[in-house]
């Protein structure tokens, strides 16, 4: 069902919306839902949890602690853990799962390097990446919009061994849709860790975790906090050298500290869809996205490119 046009009044106040996030104090606020989600006093961390819980619904039942009011902060309710065997991850060892409790945004291929944002709004691996990246000059990618009522721990979507993490700075814009629907090159201006994963039979994946106004930190399970002092791209290394770290699929990556998007790429250029996979569903983790190329040979075709 094709959806109703937008009116003209609302249009115009999304634009405002989104073109007044230009000015933003987008840092003066992140910092302050920091400090008010790490409150520790039992009244103020209750209340704020109970309008949290009240205002997004979240649902607890999955929840090691199904008790919102047992988290110490609010913070630690929004990083909760799952019960084991709530989230059962594909018997094929060669699917590449969904990292995360998300809604799939965008999915499809990757086109000489570019990733489609929106109707009408592209940017590059390597503006993403922050550098060049030709083994993603081909491929898949997914857009994976992490609500606040998601669980915000990212996973493997399979094995692999981290080759390099990079965080790049840049803006907090916010990742509503109306958002990135107007404001150019969205993900690939706002600060970011981008995990970088060769497979087990040498094909690469990334992850990468894209900020937003009120994450104030991401954290990875293999160095923690990542907040480099530097306004520049800063490489992570092991002593010096190159990360020698290899994870299984479904260890945990690592966690937003309020949410955000993945953005997950795959060098596959013939990897098949999972036929459940379309724009706007909710995913789990550990969900299949992408399955290894048929026994016929045939891949299924990304969405449509409806930027026309």
Not at 21 to 35: D, E, K, N, Q
Not at 191 to 219: H, K, Q, W, Y
Not at 240 to 253: H, V, Y
């Amino acid at each position: 069902m094709t959806p109703a046009p937008e009116s003209p009044w609302r249009t115009h106040l999304l634009n405002l919306k989104a073109w007044g996030f230009y000015c933003f104090p987008h840092r003066w606020i992140s910092a302050l839902a920091y400090w008010l989600s790490r409150i520790e006093t039992p009244a103020v961390k209750n209340f704020l949890i109970r309008s949290f819980v009240s205002f997004f619904g979240l649902r607890m039942k999955d929840a090691e602690i199904e008790d919102p009011e047992e988290y110490p902060t609010l913070n630690a309710l929004f990083i909760r853990t799952l019960k084991k065997d709530v989230r059962p991850w594909p018997e094929d060892p060669d699917a590449l799962a969904s990292p995360c409790d998300s809604r799939i945004s965008q999915f499809g291929q990757i086109e000489e390097g570019r990733i489609i944002q929106a109707k009408g709004q592209i940017f590059t691996v390597d503006e993403l990446l922050g550098g060049p990246h030709p083994e993603f000059a081909q491929g898949r990618f997914a857009t994976l919009y992490l609500s606040p009522d998601d669980c915000h721990r990212v996973y493997m979507p399979a094995d692999g061994r981290l080759i390099e993490m990079c965080h790049i700075p840049g803006r907090q814009f916010t990742v509503a849709s109306y958002a990135v629907e107007r404001i150019p090159r969205l993900y690939a201006r706002n600060e970011r860790v981008a995990s970088l994963f060769e497979g087990p039979d040498g094909t690469p994946f990334a992850v990468v975790m894209v900020g937003a106004v009120n994450v104030a930190c991401i954290e990875m399970s293999w160095c923690g906090i990542v907040a480099p002092r530097r306004r520049a791209i800063s490489r992570w290394r092991h002593n010096g050298k190159p990360p020698d770290i290899e994870l299984r699929r479904g260890d945990e990556l690592g966690c937003f500290h309020l949410g955000s998007t993945v953005v997950l790429l795959s060098g596959h250029p013939d990897r098949a869809w999972d036929p459940s996979v379309e724009a706007g569903q909710a995913v789990a983790y550990g969900q299949p996205l992408l399955l290894p190329k048929s026994e016929n040979g045939d891949a299924s075709e990304a969405p449509p490119d409806d930027s026309e």
